[in-house]
């Protein structure tokens, strides 16, 4: 008899532990407007985002990026409304293509990505729906956007004025990770030294600044684009000028936080421009066993010579020299550096000194050198100028929504 109420008491615990667990998934953390979001809706969306950007799935991880899901969850809600509001339709064949899109990106097809998310005991509507915001956003800014954003000539005319005069500085491309130290600097910097030890073993970088990084770049994976010497503050720089290529930074402290910097490339201005140019060629090349005779007038006409690649290539012509001629067009960083190194100084029209061949020695013409400009045209200017200006009306569109909203946290 005890043993069977012992039994009957067991079922009925575990049913209301059940039941108490149930309930506290459906608890409301926040409300937006008219809209609520659950526990579970933050806790599904955690879980998603660590799959979808393939993180390791780890207490440490849920920790640093709960803050991140909430506002995206508030932010989705103010989207999703927004569109409602402007009547803004997104199909369902767009939302497909995007889903197989981003299972494409984790190396998956689309119905592997649902198949793992359904193991993970998760609804793949709520992947979808965050999916349809986006998309319904993007065509709700742009047709917004059309109507507010414009580029003048002037405007135009300024930056190039700025880059042309940037055009001589070190330019780095590089990607960032930033851990708030705002509560505690300790844990900061620990989870800061954790991301570092894992980067370093599995990669992944803009991953992982996707899901930690609280810099506004997260949205990018981290990339900050190219900056130019002199704008990172001191002590970042000093990381970066440190740092290889491909390589990444050990977590350096500043603005309240800990950067984990990554180089991605690095561009010096002159090499960059010398291997940048593009040349047309002529060759002659005088055979090792050619008589003394032919060398010394070779040598003498090419001392005086005047006159364009046609009058060059008919000298080769006049003494039979059949491996010269026309080089074709040639960019200089494919070309040999020995060669590069003996003719970048040339102007168009002048001849090199002799060169030594592994057949002969010889001479180079420089029919053309194209040194293409370093200030991009305004077509390019321009639309970099409205690209950026739509971002920043983007975010100033969705702060506006957000001091506006009835926004309730729990």
Known sequence: MLKKFLYILTISFCFIASEAY???????????????????????????????????????????????????????????????????????????DAFRSLAAKNNLKA?????????KGLDVNILLEQIRADIGWIKLVRAKAARNISISNDEIIKTQELLKSNSSKIKYLISEIYIPANKNKKEAFNLANKLVKEINEVGMF???AS??????????????????????????????KKLEI????????????????????????????????????????IPKDASLNDRGNIAAEISGFEGDCGDFNNIANRYGLTNSGDMGDILAENMPKKLHSQIKNLKKGEVSKEIEF?????????????????????????????????????????????????????
């Open 22 to 96: 149930a309930a506290s998934q459906f608890q409301i953390v926040s409300r937006v407007n008219d809209d609520i979001i659950t526990l579970y809706d933050l806790e599904s969306r955690s879980k998603l985002a660590i799959i979808t950007r393939d993180i390791p799935d780890t207490k440490e991880a849920r920790r640093a990026i709960a803050p991140q899901v909430m506002q995206s969850a508030i932010e989705e809600k103010l989207k999703i409304q927004e569109i409602t509001k402007h009547k803004i339709k997104v199909k369902d064949e767009e939302i497909a």
């Open 111 to 119: 119905s592997e990505l649902k198949k793992i998310i359904k193991i």
């Open 206 to 208: 803009g991953k992982y």
């Open 211 to 240: 899901q930690f990084s609280q810099s506004p770049t997260a949205a990018n994976g981290g990339q900050m684009g190219l900056v130019i010497e002199g704008q990172l503050a001191q002590v970042l720089e000093n990381e970066v």
């Open 246 to 285: 491909g390589k990444i930074s050990q977590p350096v402290f500043y603005n309240n936080g800990f950067y984990i910097l990554k180089l991605q490339k690095f561009f010096d201005p002159k090499e960059d421009i010398e291997k940048s140019v593009r040349y047309k060629l002529s060759q002659i090349i």
């Open 358 to 410: 592994g057949n002969g020695e010889g001479y180079i013409m420089v029919c053309e050198k194209d040194i293409p400009s370093q200030i991009p045209k305004k077509e390019i200017v321009k639309a970099r100028l409205e690209q950026q200006k739509l971002e920043l009306f983007v975010q100033k569109y969705l702060r506006d929504l957000k001091r506006t909203a009835l926004i309730e946290n729990k």
